[in-house]
């Protein structure tokens, strides 16, 4: 059974830096074709994802958020760590981790472009106040 | 701000049907890339119901269904039940060398 669970502050304050993680059992990060992604949720709104790190530790980033994130992955911890610099009140929201099962398309590109989140954490509620 | 637009929220009584768009462009959808959906009950993280445009994960009831034409892609549900009634996702991405994850705006099912 694949489990993951976030972990972090639920309060920090606007300029901080935002680290959270990812704990995970059931599944290797070195295995070929998957990943680990965040993806949050302000509340009352929509999904957005932040960033990914393959099995092979490429990592891919929000365009509108790459300046500020920094994903890791310490394969014999079973973790993945999301670092957020300078948090501000708009950051308020639900962060998720999640397992991605990518697969190649007609592309053929690598690693590969196309996956889906199929197993979820509960989620971490961060709120950004002074 | 999300280039996949769905409706703010779709309605229908227990046993009917609803379907759910997302809408998308040249650079996702109407370039062959695929379409995945997601269930959110409230308060609850979400859950993948289809993946690859069309394909059911294992325990997913067959009253889920996906499709794609052109530049959008469709959610089904058939005899709709009071346990439908959620926060539904699409994602795809964006056609370019690399995974860039891209939501829809979400549509909210309420069943009367």
């Known amino acids: 059974q694949i489990t993951l669970k976030e972990s972090g502050p639920t309060l920090v304050k606007p300029t901080q830096t935002l680290t959270l993680t990812c704990s995970f059992s059931?599944?290797?990060?070195?295995?070929?074709?998957?990943?680990v992604g965040w993806i949050r949720q302000p509340p009352g709104k929509a999904l957005e994802w932040l960033a990914l790190?393959?099995?092979?530790?490429?990592?891919r980033y929000s365009p509108s958020l790459k300046s500020r994130l920094t994903i890791t992955k310490d394969t014999s911890e079973n973790q993945v760590v999301l670092t957020m610099t300078n948090m501000d009140p708009v950051d308020t929201a639900t962060y998720y981790c999640?397992?991605?099962?990518?697969?190649?398309?007609?592309?053929?590109?690598?690693?590969?472009?196309?996956?889906?989140?199929?197993?979820w954490g509960r989620g971490t509620l961060v709120t950004v106040s002074s | 701000q999300s280039v996949l637009t769905q409706p703010p929220s779709v309605s229908g009584a227990p046993g009917q049907r609803v379907t759910i768009s997302c809408t998308g462009n040249?650079?996702?959808?109407?370039?062959?890339?695929?379409v995945h959906w997601y269930q959110q009950v409230p308060g609850a993280a979400p859950r993948l119901l289809i993946y690859?445009?069309?394909y059911r994960p294992s325990g997913i009831p067959d009253r889920f269904s996906g499709s794609r034409s052109g530049t959008s892609a469709s959610l089904a549900i058939t005899g709709l039940q009071a346990e439908d009634e959620a926060d539904y996702y699409c994602?795809?991405?964006?056609?370019?060398?690399?995974?860039?994850?891209?939501f829809g705006t979400g549509t909210r099912v309420t069943v009367l």
């Open positions: 994602q795809s991405c964006d056609n370019s060398l690399t995974f860039s994850g891209l």
């Open positions: 059931g599944l290797s990060l070195t295995t070929s074709g998957v990943g």
């Open positions: 999640a397992h991605i099962t990518f697969y190649y398309d007609s592309s053929g590109y690598y690693p590969p472009r196309q996956g889906y989140f199929d197993l």
């Open positions: 040249s650079s996702n959808i109407g370039a062959g890339l695929d």
């Open positions: 790190i393959y099995w092979n530790d490429n990592k």
């Open positions: 690859g445009t069309t």
